[in-house]
T-cell receptor
Framework: SQQGEEDPQALSIQEGENATMNCSYKTSINNLQWYRQNSGRGLVHLILIRSNEREKHSGRLRVTLDTSKKSSSLLITASRAADTASYFC???????????FGKGTRLSVIA | DSGVTQTPKHLITATGQRVTLRCSPRSGDLSVYWYQQSLDQGLQFLIQYYNGEERAKGNILERFSAQQFPDLHSELNLSSLELGDSALYFCASNAPNTDTQYFGPGTRLTVL
């Protein structure tokens, strides 16, 4: 069963704008990860944030984690058409255990 | 390219049949995870193997089984197939003591 929900389910923005996606989860976690999936293809790992971290950056990506609210957000700055994809958050309860995925946000970046 | 390979890419079969999906993890990774992605259920964890042993079980039906071989490749066997089994099946692997999983390109199963 899904750990949580992403919000919004779908997002459409213009190239150059920022995109923010939110993820909520239900139980305590060891870490939270964001993955990207291009249409019908494999998932690509973007970033991992541990439960004792509050913010992490990787290139144009910024992830925040609020364990008190059991939520995370993914910010993609200066979006490009190539960022068009589905984005999933996934939680890990303890080390080396399966990912529990949310339902994903479908991002469309219009050139 | 994640380094995880899956075969076949596509599989079309009939209800009641049995199929085998194959996965080779990244070199050096001991864990293999199987996930199912369908429109109504989203991404669901099925089963995990670690160095040949079953480590965790998720929402895997009794009609489904898996194993991991000594060379660490894994096979997912789906039997008595139903229309609802149509989905994308992914495997993923990770290195010991790391949590980042690397996904294969998936096998798209269509049951007619």
């Amino acid at each position: 069963s899904q750990q949580g929900e992403e919000d919004p389910q779908a997002l459409s923005i213009q190239e150059g704008e920022n995109a923010t996606m939110n993820c909520s989860y239900k139980t305590s976690i060891n870490n939270l990860q964001w993955y990207r999936q291009n249409s019908g293809r494999g998932l690509v790992h973007l970033i991992l944030i541990r439960s004792n971290e509050r913010e992490k950056h990787s290139g144009r990506l910024r992830v925040t984690l609020d364990t008190s609210k059991k939520s995370s957000s993914l910010l993609i700055t200066a979006s490009r058409a190539a960022d068009t994809a589905s984005y999933f958050c996934a939680t890990v309860h303890s080390g080396n255990t399966p990912l529990v995925f949310g339902k994903g946000t479908r991002l469309s970046v219009i050139a | 390219d994640s380094g995880v390979t899956q075969t076949p890419k596509h599989l079309i079969t009939a209800t009641g049949q049995r199929v085998t999906l194959r996965c080779s993890p990244r070199s050096g990774d001991l864990s293999v995870y199987w996930y199912q992605q369908s429109l109504d259920q989203g991404l669901q964890f099925l089963i995990q193997y670690y160095n040949g042993e079953e480590r965790a079980k998720g929402n895997i039906l009794e009609r489904f089984s898996a194993q991991q071989f000594p060379d660490l490749h894994s096979e997912l066997n789906l039997s008595s197939l139903e229309l609802g089994d149509s989905a994308l099946y992914f495997c993923a692997s990770n290195a010991p003591n790391t949590d980042t999983q690397y996904f294969g390109p998936g096998t798209r199963l269509t049951v007619l």
